[in-house]
């Protein structure tokens, strides 16, 4: 983070903004709401918990905004309306306290640092979250369509006065159990009434659906290395100042790629290593295919024997009962009656 004291590096390098759910439900409902021209945006609060180091915003409502699409430095915002909202909000739930705003952006504007001031009024450090809410083309397509930014005095290295600026910091999606249970509830009627199937968007995904969740990650992945290389050319031609905090985050990322053409121990290693999850596979398919057969044979078994005990007489039904009862099988009370009648028979030939 160039241009920054020590203290905002040390406040700032750790910090980390989740968005819940109901926060882009929320977003993505009050534009809707909104005819959004080429240039105008929405705005809300973002209510949640802020403990230094990481900002949870939890909730959120929409706040009446109205700027000059000629002059963005000219904009109206009710600040009575927000007084009046987050009390009522207070009756509901007093852990939530505003730590920032939201608009749909899809950038930065001019004034961001001005309306960033007045929330100053509800929050010390208020949080800026751009939410991109375009259906297509929007940053959604390929990755979380958040930024989140804080505001802070750059420091110039030709010794002239500071600058207010925005500084930018990691953002994550997280949910609660009762979230989640709600975001499937509604990826499943997106599904159907999308005519896709209604578990293609749960865990019993069809195989056409997890390839192309493959091809959207691979999309995501193809868009981020364009934008680095479009850094790099930019840094390159003298267009853009070097950031050493990118730079370092690119040779890290360098640094962990496996040099997989030069050294063949690594290469060796890795495909020990997909060798071995294969034949872990493999194995698995045996068992689970060995363990049906088992079953499919233990089912034609007692098939059988309830189709041979359905055949059988009164009298042998009563044998058979008998028998249970008397705590023997019924095969060697048979056994033992063709024994003695084979016996009787016998004697009988000897006395003739």
């Known amino acids: 983070m160039p241009g920054l004291t020590t203290a905002q590096v040390n406040a700032l390098s750790g910090t980390n903004v989740v968005i819940h759910p109901l926060?882009?439900?929320?977003v993505?409902?009050?534009a809707s709401r909104v005819p959004l021209g080429k240039n105008r945006r929405v705005l809300g609060l973002l209510?949640?918990?802020?403990?230094?180091?990481?900002?949870?915003?939890?909730?959120?409502?929409a706040i009446p905004f109205e700027e000059d699409e000629r002059d963005p430095k000219t904009f109206f915002l009710d600040l009575d309306y927000v007084e009046e909202m987050w009390r009522m909000f207070r009756k509901v739930?007093?852990?939530?306290?505003?730590?920032g705003f939201y608009h749909s952006g899809p950038r930065l504007r001019s004034s961001d640092l001005e309306i960033t001031e007045l929330f100053k009024r509800f929050c010390p450090r208020p949080v800026m979250v751009i939410v991109d809410v375009r259906a297509q083309g929007g940053r959604g397509?390929?990755?979380?369509p958040t930024d989140a930014y804080f505001p802070v005095e750059e420091i110039r290295d030709d010794g002239t006065a500071t600058q207010r600026t925005f500084t930018h910091v990691p953002t994550s999606i997280e949910a609660e159990e009762a979230e989640e249970i709600g975001v499937e509830h509604l990826l499943r009627d997106v599904a159907s009434t999308s005519g896709a199937p209604s578990s293609s968007l749960l865990t019993t995904q069809s195989l056409s659906t997890k390839v192309a969740a493959q091809l959207n990650a691979i999309e995501g992945l193809r868009t981020r290395l364009n934008e680095i290389n479009d850094y790099l050319t930019s840094v390159r031609n003298n267009k853009l100042p070097v950031n050493h905090q990118i730079i370092y985050h690119l040779q890290e990322i360098m640094g962990l790629l496996p040099q997989l053409g030069g050294d063949l121990d690594i290469g060796k290693a890795f495909r020990v290593d997909s060798?071995?999850?294969s034949l872990v596979v493999y194995l698995s398919s045996m068992v689970r295919t060995v363990l049906a057969l088992h079953d499919l044979i233990e089912n034609r078994i007692v098939n059988a024997q309830q189709e041979i005990d359905d055949a059988k007489s009164p009298e042998e039904r009563a044998a058979d009962e008998a028998a249970a009862a008397a705590g023997v099988k019924a095969a060697d009370v048979e056994k033992a009656r063709k024994e003695r009648k084979d016996e009787e028979e016998k004697s009988k030939a000897n006395k003739k």
């Open 141 to 144: 397509d390929t990755g979380i």
């Open 275 to 277: 060798n071995d999850s």
């Open 28 to 30: 993505v409902d009050h």
């Open 93 to 99: 739930n007093a852990k939530e306290r505003p730590v």
């Open 23 to 26: 926060v882009l439900l929320s």
């Open 47 to 61: 209510l949640g918990q802020d403990d230094g180091k990481t900002v949870n915003c939890a909730n959120s409502f």
